[in-house]
């Protein structure tokens, strides 16, 4: 099993920045791609950016040159730095990974969620 906990979420005014976190534990062998999606009020869940084990990034045209995707690979974690945030940001963000279990199968695991809210 593989577990996320995700933090770094709250309130902030809009041109404000935050930066989520997204830590994976449990029976890990390796992870694969690592990513954040989004779900605003009302609206369907949407990919943010995505990281490959090799660092080779996917960001969406609506945050690109705004929100920047890393990972550490010692330590299981992918972040979201989040700059010059717009109300329309405002959403819950979840955290997503491929994973490769001990002793062998693949999983997909999403984190609980952390909320974004910008205000104008």
């Known amino acids: 099993q593989v577990q996320l906990v995700e933090s770094g979420g709250g309130l902030v005014q809009a041109g404000g920045s935050l930066r989520l976190s997204c830590a994976a534990s449990?029976?890990?062998?390796?992870?694969?791609?690592m990513g954040w999606y989004r779900q605003p009020p009302g609206k369907q869940r949407e990919s943010v950016a995505r990281?490959?084990?090799?660092?080779?990034?996917n960001v969406a045209d609506s945050v690109k040159g705004r929100f920047t995707i890393s990972r550490d690979n010692g330590k299981n974690t992918v972040y979201l730095q989040m700059n010059s945030l717009k109300p329309e940001d405002t959403a819950v963000y979840y955290c997503?990974?491929?994973?490769?279990?001990?002793?062998?199968?693949?999983?997909?695991?999403w984190g609980q969620g952390t909320l974004v809210t910008v205000s104008s």
């Open positions: 449990g029976s890990i062998r390796s992870i694969n791609a």
């Open positions: 997503n990974v491929d994973a490769i279990t001990l002793p062998g199968g693949a999983v997909n695991a």
């Open positions: 990281i490959t084990k090799f660092g080779i990034t």
